[in-house]
Each structure stands twice: as C-alpha cells, then as structure tokens.
Nanobody
C-alpha cells in the first residue's frame, strides 16, 4: 500500500507557470513508474507525463516542450513543472504510482488556467 499526496495546483493566467508535487509514502521498491494524468470536465483521464525510477520519461503531445517531469528518489517525490500554460490545460491533475504489484492514485489537484 502506498499513499500519494499532491500539492501545487491553483489558479494561473495563461502563459504562466505552476509546479505540482506528489509525495509518495509506504513500501516503495526500486522499480516503479510515477507520473501525472489529468481529467477535464466531461473528458476521460489522460496521460500528461510519466517517469521511471531509472529516469526515462514519456510525455503527451500537448505536454511536450512545455511541461517537465522529474523525480527525487531520495524523497520519493515526483514533480511536474508546467510552463506556458493554456486554458485547455485546465483539469484535475492526478499523481500516479505504478510498480509490479500496485497502481495507486492521488486525490487530485485542480489546475485552472484563465485567459
């Protein structure tokens, strides 16, 4: 069992930046993937970015070039730096932790981008 606690969401003007953080606690083994997904009203949850414990990353097309995912393995924390935000980035952002045995989600943090 792992617990994920997200922080850093909020209200920001288009073109601005936000940094999301997600701290994972519990029994964490070395091989895992952490990431961020988002869900806008009336839409399905979608991938934003993921990062493996080895540092490999994968981004959605909408996130490439604007968002950067990183992790601090010593702190079991994953970050999402979001720059050049657009109104269409407005969504609830969810942290995810996956390993061989578990697929866990955070409670979500709201990001609202206004023009």
């Amino acid at each position: 069992q792992v617990q994920l606690v997200e922080s850093g969401g909020g209200l920001v003007q288009a073109g601005g930046s936000l940094r999301l953080s997600c701290a994972v606690s519990g029994s964490i083994f070395s091989l895992n993937t952490m990431g961020w997904y988002r869900q806008a009203p009336g839409k399905q949850r979608e991938l934003v970015a993921v990062i493996t414990s080895g540092g490999s990353t994968n981004y959605s097309d909408s996130a490439k070039g604007r968002f950067t995912i990183s992790r601090d393995n010593a702190k079991d924390t994953v970050y999402l730096q979001m720059n050049s935000l657009k109104p269409e980035d407005t969504a609830v952002y969810y942290c995810n932790f996956r390993d061989r045995w578990r697929n866990s989600w955070g409670q979500g943090t709201q990001v609202t981008v206004f023009s």
